[in-house]
Nanobody, 126 residues
């Protein structure tokens, strides 16, 4: 059963920007009781943490590779979590997944996440 749905991925040239969005597929999903995270998996690599935001949106955590170019945010009214990516680089090419965790604070380990989306692909050309 699909719980989270990502959108916004695509093909972009290096230096461009994308805004990924994550929403619940079911209105009954209690979006506001979860902290949310974004992960990615590049071709041939394992899934890695990108960014996370706390349940109430007052705290965020970023992977070192994401600091300065990635911004995570959540809209409680719309029940969405976005990931803004600026100055895209070819090494950002990956499938990007959002996930929900019952932990209140922003967390980076996959162990803490119960729900996952199917992912949205991002391809950055040089």
């Amino acid at each position: 059963q699909e719980e989270l749905v990502e959108s916004g991925g695509g093909l972009v040239q290096a230096g461009g920007s994308l805004r990924l969005s994550c929403a619940a597929s079911d209105r009954s999903f209690a979006f506001d009781i979860y902290s949310m995270g974004w992960f990615r998996r590049a071709p041939g690599n394992q899934r890695e943490f990108v960014a996370a935001i706390s349940r109430n949106g007052d705290g965020a955590l970023y992977a070192n590779s994401a600091k300065g170019r990635f911004t995570i945010s959540r809209d409680t009214a719309k029940n969405t979590v976005d990931l803004q990516i600026d100055n895209l680089k070819p090494e950002d090419t990956a499938i990007y997944y959002c996930a929900a965790s019952p932990v209140q604070t922003a967390v980076q380990t996959t162990y803490h996440y119960n729900y996952w989306g199917q992912g949205t692909p991002v391809t950055v050309s040089s």
